[in-house]
């Protein structure tokens, strides 16, 4: 069990992160969406493809507790800040993958669900493998920031069979001015591709639940 009282939407000061590279993290808004989108269940194996220093691992583990989270990252200079994360939020379940994807997931057991935040220009070879090892009923989410890979890997999905989706997520935060007034501040839109292959939707998913 970790030591998260929330199951998502920490906000983003509370990790550490590199600098002066601060605010390279998946943002709170947008990681909890991609984490719903992820359908994770309590004991789901999760693969976190390019964790950098985890705010997504920390709190799929939350939510997975009785599962297991591989947090992938092939940086060297993250893995330390990565740790620190997962001992800050005791985060037990999460397993710090060191290497490159895909080459490192034959050690691991197949994913229910799959993050993929970086992928280190090795994109196509990454799905085609995740697409490979994903249990029945899994999820792929993928976040990116330009149109044309979103797109890429949205044909990508339908050309293998899966069902997918795109989300565009365009937040804005208020900040304060000097004369006491508040603006809002426009975060980077960021557009989550979820992909999935013989099950249905999750919205679909809650009406079965309701009407059973």
Same mark, same amino acid.
């Given at each position: ?18 600098? @002066? ?17 992820l ?9 976190d493809? +390019? ?59 197949? @994913?229910?669900?799959?993050?993929? +935040? ?5 994109? @196509? ?13 899994g ?27 795109? &989300? ?8 304060p001015? @000097?004369? +006491? &007034? ?22 679909d ?8």
């Amino acid at each position: 069990m970790t030591g998260l009282k929330r199951a998502w939407g920490l906000k983003d000061n509370e990790f550490e992160q590199r600098r @002066p590279l601060r605010g390279q993290i998946t943002k709170r808004e947008v990681r909890a969406v991609s984490l719903y989108c992820l359908g994770l269940r309590p004991d789901s194996i999760v693969w976190d493809i +390019g964790a950098g220093t985890g705010s997504v691992s920390v709190e799929a583990a939350a939510i997975a507790h009785q599962g297991q989270v591989y947090a992938i990252e092939k940086d060297p200079e993250s893995i330390p800040l990565l740790s620190a994360n997962i001992d800050r939020f005791s985060a037990g379940n999460v397993q710090i993958v060191e290497g490159m994807a895909p080459e490192v997931f034959a050690s691991l057991p197949d @994913p229910d669900s799959v993050f993929v +935040g970086g992928s280190g220009g090795q994109l @196509p070879s990454i799905l085609q493998e995740c697409a490979a090892r994903l249990q029945a009923r899994g999820r792929i989410v993928a976040n990116f920031a330009t149109l044309e890979r979103t797109n890429d890997t949205y044909r990508w999905f339908q050309n293998k069979g899966f069902q997918a989706e795109i &989300s565009m997520i365009n937040a804005a935060r208020s900040r304060p001015m @000097p004369d +006491g &007034s508040l603006r809002l501040e426009a975060l980077n839109p960021v557009f989550v591709v979820s992909a999935w292959k013989g099950c249905p939707s999750l919205e679909d998913e809650a009406d079965e639940h309701r009407s059973s």
